[in-house]
């Protein structure tokens, strides 16, 4: 589609990412294929979804001149840790809005906010939306003041520009595999990615069907601010793609609390690690598998049609989830 390719983006992500068999996993979830969608290899912080988003949000940015980012999200923010290297790599500071429970140490995505100069503000026990989106809107304010010129981020580069990069990740699937039949299983947060592959499925994969895990959202405010994004994406393409609510499959059903470890989500990823050596995390994508198994479990997943997971990254989590790795561990000490 040359409306898609004449969109401005920077170039933010390798691509195309690989596809690989998992056919251990496939085995075990009774599926015919498997395959993962490596998009936690897209290169930028460690890899992860949000750098194609970013691609098409910050070329807004570049255009207008600003001089730093500045964006919200949880304590384990891939999206935040994603937007400061982003900026670093377009020469722009960054400014980060967190919030969720108190914290003693940095790690995981908040070592990466740390190596990367951003400057945190974190809002105490308060990872609620509204308050993190009015805090930014506050420092923005503030740095206007003071005479700098930000460019706001949104939670999770959920835009109807930041979408096309998931309409473009299923042109470059459909190049890697054809046009036949696919079931796509993704995490769902902000719902940029869920809706730019459900836009990019009508364009280029008409015979795909995308089901949506969601790690926070009900099912209902996923289908509304998913077709909202839909909107917003397609007017961008010039397209008219209708969507309704009926087409798109979400399950709330495996989340919990967003930003807390499920024991499903935890059995999953012990299970893609030691079956294919794939690496989840406990936020995301661990939750997503877990929703995967399921479905193929009660028949929801057809068994025959090949099922792409969508590895959205969120691999530096991994490492500040200490205690919930502990009790897996066989380890002897030996002293000599």
Known sequence: MQRLDAIERVRLAQLPTPVVEAPRLAAHAGLARLLIKRDDMTGLALGGN???KLEYDLAAAVRSGSDLLVTVGGTQS????????????LGLDAKLVLGGPDFASFGGNLALDVLYGAEIRYLVDDDDNDSLAAAMEEWVRE???AGRRPFAVPLGGSTGAGALGYVQAVRELAAQLGDGPLQIITAVGSCG???GLNLGA?????????FGISVSRSAGEIRR?????????????GAEVPVSPGELACFD?????????TAAGDDAIRLAARLEGLVLDPVYTGKSMSGLLDLARRGVLDPGVTAVFLHTGGLPIVFAFE??????????KIRR
């Open 143 to 145: 740095l206007r003041a």
């Open 202 to 210: 009508r364009l280029f994969l008409p015979r795909a069907r995308v």
């Open 253 to 261: 059903d495996y989340g919990g609390d967003y930003g807390v470890p």
């Open 78 to 89: 891939n999206h935040a840790a994603m937007t400061a290297a982003a900026g670093r790599r």
């Open 50 to 52: 949000k750098a194609r």
């Open 323 to 332: 205690d919930a790795v502990r009790p897996l561990a066989e380890c002897t």
């Open 193 to 195: 990615t869920f809706a």
């Open 225 to 237: 601010r998913t077709l909202e994004l839909v909107a917003e994406a397609a007017r961008l393409l």
